[in-house]
Every structure is written in structure tokens, then in C-alpha cells.
Nanobody, 123 residues
Framework: QVHLVESGGGSVQAGGSLRLACAGA?????MAWFRQAPGKEREGVAG????????YYADSVKGRFTISRDNANDTLYLQMNNLKFEDTAMYYC???????????????????WGQGIQVTVSS
């Protein structure tokens, strides 16, 4: 069983930064961050392979967000810079088998999900 717990969310003005963390991100799993805004579909934000050497991003966050992992401490991170109002959402970390990484930011392959954490960006 995998227990994922997000932290680091909060409120920030547009242009600001936040770093999310997800405890419980075991090194054997493909890990990703997803988000869901009220009234919108859940969308994949960023993913990272188990070894941490390959990452991928949604076009909407490329160049602004960085996903990373500390496998020694089972922790996943999402550094979010130059935040925009449209980044406001509940953010979730997710863990899945290696095949989840092959499918990039499709939610279905991910078996385990955190409870989510709110990120609010004011314009």
C-alpha cells in the first residue's frame, strides 16, 4: 500500500512561487502531479520516471514548473514559478507502475493518489 501526502500549498500572488512536496513517493513508482480546478476536468501537470532522469510536462506549465524526486527520502516535489491565476486548482500527487510513465499524463494508469492540496493564485 502506498500512502501519499501532499504539502506546501497555499495562496500566492501572480508571478510568485510555491513548492509542493509529496511524501511517500517510493523510488519504484512512476510519479506525477495532477490538478483540478472547480468545474474543470482533472489534468496532468508533470511526471517523472522512477530513476528521476526523465521528466515530462503539460504545455501549459513548461518552463515554469519543475518536477523532481528525492528517492532516498521517498519525496516528490513540484517547484512552481511565475504562477498564473489559471494555475489555481487542487493539486494531487499520484503513483503508478512504470507503464504509467509511458502513457505520460493520462490519469488512468496511476493506482495511488494523495488527498490533494489547494493552490490559489490571485491576480
Amino acid at each position: 500500500q502506498v500512502h501519499l501526502v501532499e504539502s506546501g500549498g497555499g495562496s500566492v500572488q501572480a508571478g510568485g512561487s510555491l513548492r509542493l512536496a509529496c511524501a511517500g513517493a517510493r523510488y519504484i513508482y512512476c510519479m506525477a502531479w495532477f490538478r483540478q480546478a472547480p468545474g474543470k476536468e482533472r489534468e496532468g501537470v508533470a511526471g517523472i520516471y522512477p530513476g528521476g532522469t526523465e521528466t515530462y510536462y503539460a504545455d501549459s506549465v513548461k518552463g515554469r514548473f519543475t518536477i523532481s524526486r528525492d528517492n532516498a527520502n521517498d519525496t516528490l516535489y513540484l517547484q512552481m514559478n511565475n504562477l498564473k491565476f489559471e494555475d489555481t486548482a487542487m493539486y494531487y500527487c499520484a503513483a503508478g507502475p512504470g507503464s504509467a510513465c509511458v502513457q505520460r499524463l493520462q490519469a488512468a494508469p496511476y493506482n495511488y493518489w494523495g488527498q490533494g492540496i489547494q493552490v490559489t493564485v490571485s491576480s
